[in-house]
Protein backbone atom coordinates (compact mmCIF):
# COMPACT_ATOMS: atom_id res chain seq x y z
CA UNK A 1 0.00 0.00 0.00
CA UNK A 2 0.83 3.61 -0.90
CA UNK A 3 0.03 6.22 1.47
CA UNK A 4 -0.20 9.77 0.18
CA UNK A 5 1.38 12.52 2.29
CA UNK A 6 -1.32 15.73 2.16
CA UNK A 7 -1.23 19.04 3.61
CA UNK A 8 -4.76 20.50 4.12
CA UNK A 9 -5.06 23.80 5.50
CA UNK A 10 -8.28 25.26 6.46
CA UNK A 11 -8.93 28.99 6.81
CA UNK A 12 -11.90 30.64 8.58
CA UNK A 13 -14.36 32.47 6.35
CA UNK A 14 -13.75 36.39 6.18
CA UNK A 15 -18.07 36.61 7.07
CA UNK A 16 -17.56 40.18 8.03
CA UNK A 17 -16.49 41.81 4.78
CA UNK A 18 -19.46 40.36 2.37
CA UNK A 19 -22.20 39.04 4.23
CA UNK A 20 -24.26 42.63 3.52
CA UNK A 21 -22.94 42.55 0.06
CA UNK A 22 -23.93 38.83 -0.43
CA UNK A 23 -27.47 39.40 0.75
CA UNK A 24 -28.02 42.71 -1.25
CA UNK A 25 -26.32 40.85 -4.86
CA UNK A 26 -28.63 37.85 -3.59
CA UNK A 27 -31.85 39.90 -3.81
CA UNK A 28 -31.29 42.24 -6.51
CA UNK A 29 -32.54 40.14 -9.25
CA UNK A 30 -35.83 38.92 -7.66
CA UNK A 31 -36.66 42.24 -6.56
CA UNK A 32 -35.73 43.35 -9.88
CA UNK A 33 -38.37 40.27 -11.31
CA UNK A 34 -41.38 41.14 -8.71
CA UNK A 35 -40.63 44.68 -9.61
CA UNK A 36 -41.14 43.87 -13.73
CA UNK A 37 -44.05 41.44 -12.86
CA UNK A 38 -45.77 44.58 -11.22
CA UNK A 39 -45.52 47.06 -13.64
CA UNK A 40 -46.74 44.39 -16.51
CA UNK A 41 -49.87 43.82 -14.12
CA UNK A 42 -50.28 47.31 -13.66
CA UNK A 43 -49.68 48.22 -17.44
CA UNK A 44 -52.36 45.36 -18.28
CA UNK A 45 -55.31 46.79 -15.40
CA UNK A 46 -55.38 49.92 -18.04
CA UNK A 47 -56.05 48.37 -20.71
CA UNK A 48 -59.19 47.63 -19.88
CA UNK A 49 -58.46 43.61 -19.47
CA UNK A 50 -59.28 42.00 -15.77
CA UNK A 51 -55.62 43.28 -15.01
CA UNK A 52 -52.57 40.78 -14.11
CA UNK A 53 -50.78 39.37 -17.26
CA UNK A 54 -54.39 39.04 -19.43
CA UNK A 55 -53.97 42.93 -20.75
CA UNK A 56 -50.62 41.71 -22.22
CA UNK A 57 -52.35 39.03 -23.95
CA UNK A 58 -55.03 40.99 -25.21
CA UNK A 59 -53.05 44.23 -26.69
CA UNK A 60 -51.45 41.31 -28.64
CA UNK A 61 -55.25 40.10 -30.03
CA UNK A 62 -54.82 36.92 -28.03
CA UNK A 63 -57.32 37.41 -24.70
CA UNK A 64 -60.36 38.27 -26.62
CA UNK A 65 -62.41 34.99 -27.31
CA UNK A 66 -64.48 34.71 -30.68
CA UNK A 67 -67.14 33.12 -28.73
CA UNK A 68 -71.13 33.62 -29.95
CA UNK A 69 -73.54 33.31 -27.12
CA UNK A 70 -77.38 32.96 -28.36
CA UNK A 71 -80.18 32.70 -26.24
CA UNK A 72 -83.14 30.11 -27.67
CA UNK A 73 -85.68 31.00 -25.69
CA UNK A 74 -88.32 28.29 -27.19
CA UNK A 75 -86.40 25.62 -28.83
CA UNK A 76 -89.55 23.29 -29.90
CA UNK A 77 -87.48 20.14 -29.35
CA UNK A 78 -88.92 17.46 -27.13
CA UNK A 79 -87.79 14.03 -25.85
CA UNK A 80 -90.32 12.41 -28.61
CA UNK A 81 -88.26 14.24 -30.79
CA UNK A 82 -85.05 12.26 -29.63
CA UNK A 83 -84.37 8.99 -31.14
CA UNK A 84 -82.65 6.24 -28.71
CA UNK A 85 -80.22 7.87 -26.04
CA UNK A 86 -83.01 5.77 -23.92
CA UNK A 87 -80.56 5.98 -20.65
CA UNK A 88 -79.65 9.40 -20.84
CA UNK A 89 -83.02 10.78 -21.53
CA UNK A 90 -84.03 8.66 -18.28
CA UNK A 91 -81.39 10.29 -16.19
CA UNK A 92 -82.53 13.88 -17.99
CA UNK A 93 -85.98 13.87 -16.80
CA UNK A 94 -84.70 14.25 -13.53
CA UNK A 95 -82.93 17.38 -14.73
CA UNK A 96 -86.48 18.25 -16.35
CA UNK A 97 -88.32 17.83 -12.99
CA UNK A 98 -85.87 20.19 -11.18
CA UNK A 99 -86.32 22.76 -13.48
CA UNK A 100 -89.58 22.64 -13.07
CA UNK A 101 -90.20 22.44 -9.68
CA UNK A 102 -86.92 23.75 -7.93
CA UNK A 103 -88.62 24.62 -4.42
CA UNK A 104 -89.33 21.05 -3.74
CA UNK A 105 -85.47 19.75 -4.10
CA UNK A 106 -84.53 22.95 -2.31
CA UNK A 107 -87.18 22.15 0.22
CA UNK A 108 -85.42 19.08 0.63
CA UNK A 109 -82.34 20.18 1.30
CA UNK A 110 -80.78 19.65 -2.06
CA UNK A 111 -78.13 22.04 -3.48
CA UNK A 112 -79.07 23.81 -7.14
CA UNK A 113 -76.89 22.40 -9.45
CA UNK A 114 -74.28 24.92 -11.55
CA UNK A 115 -75.38 22.80 -14.55
CA UNK A 116 -74.94 19.52 -16.78
CA UNK A 117 -72.82 18.33 -18.63
CA UNK A 118 -73.14 15.82 -21.63
CA UNK A 119 -70.15 14.06 -22.40
CA UNK A 120 -69.55 12.09 -25.89
CA UNK A 121 -67.91 12.05 -29.16
CA UNK A 122 -68.98 14.59 -31.79
CA UNK A 123 -72.17 13.96 -33.56
CA UNK A 124 -74.03 11.44 -30.96
CA UNK A 125 -77.06 13.96 -29.96
CA UNK A 126 -75.91 16.54 -27.33
CA UNK A 127 -76.97 19.07 -28.20
CA UNK A 128 -80.26 17.86 -28.94
CA UNK A 129 -80.79 16.03 -25.84
CA UNK A 130 -79.69 19.52 -24.49
CA UNK A 131 -82.27 21.26 -26.43
CA UNK A 132 -85.04 18.46 -25.67
CA UNK A 133 -83.97 19.11 -22.13
CA UNK A 134 -84.62 23.03 -22.26
CA UNK A 135 -88.18 22.51 -24.69
CA UNK A 136 -89.23 20.30 -21.73
CA UNK A 137 -88.33 22.26 -18.72
CA UNK A 138 -90.08 25.27 -20.13
CA UNK A 139 -86.50 27.11 -19.81
CA UNK A 140 -84.18 29.39 -22.19
CA UNK A 141 -81.77 27.14 -23.98
CA UNK A 142 -78.31 28.80 -24.18
CA UNK A 143 -75.95 28.04 -26.90
CA UNK A 144 -71.78 29.25 -26.99
CA UNK A 145 -70.15 28.47 -30.22
Excluded: H
Aim: proline letters at 6%; a negative charge.
Amino acid sequence: RRRWLVDVTVLPSNEAAGGLGDLAQSLILPAALFAGLFFLSRRGGDAGGMGGMGGMNQQMGMGKSKAEIQMIPDTGVNFEDVAGCDGAKLELEEVVDFLKQPEVYSKNGCRIPRGVILDGPPGTGKTLLAKAVAGEAGVPFISIS
